[in-house]
């Protein structure tokens, strides 16, 4: 019995010591990938911009210049007024917006993801905490676009129209 207990025994330690291998693998894993996915605090400063449609954009969708990821959406505020949602972007510290610079809503692709594109300005003068771009384009509904050129709406294809009759050739002697 001695020897079947010591087996027993042996396996018990090696599940223990494999499974503990394990949860530290998964543990390493997710820890990069929070870390690489810039799900943690970003550290930065914010900015604003007021759009009529935000289609698609959420909390924590990305900002971007030139295609690459400088921030990323911190809160979506609608104006019961005017109807107009404020954006406000955390924008990292070593990017600086130029004040005259736009924002428009576009998305990676006909079938990509939505993200907040800014197009920076000429201007010296840099948007501090807090700063407005007031150059702004809400998201384009691609479907009605699509729609319309198709003919399904009332303004598609050929805009209601009907094509003109061909004229007939005159009679011959």
Known sequence: MSASGKTLGQNNVAEVLIGAIVIAVAVVFLAFAYMRTGSGSLSGYEIQARLAKVDGLGIGTDVRISGIKVGSISDLTLDPTNYLVTVHMNIRDDIKIPTDSSVLVTSSGILGSSYLSITPG?????LGDG???????????????VGRFMGGGPQGGSGGQTAPKPQEAPPSP
Do not use: C, H, P, R
Request: net charge negative; glycine share 20%.
């Open 131 to 145: 700063g407005m771009i007031t150059n702004a384009q809400g998201s384009v509904d691609l479907m009605g676009l």
């Open 122 to 126: 000429g201007d010296e003068k840099v």
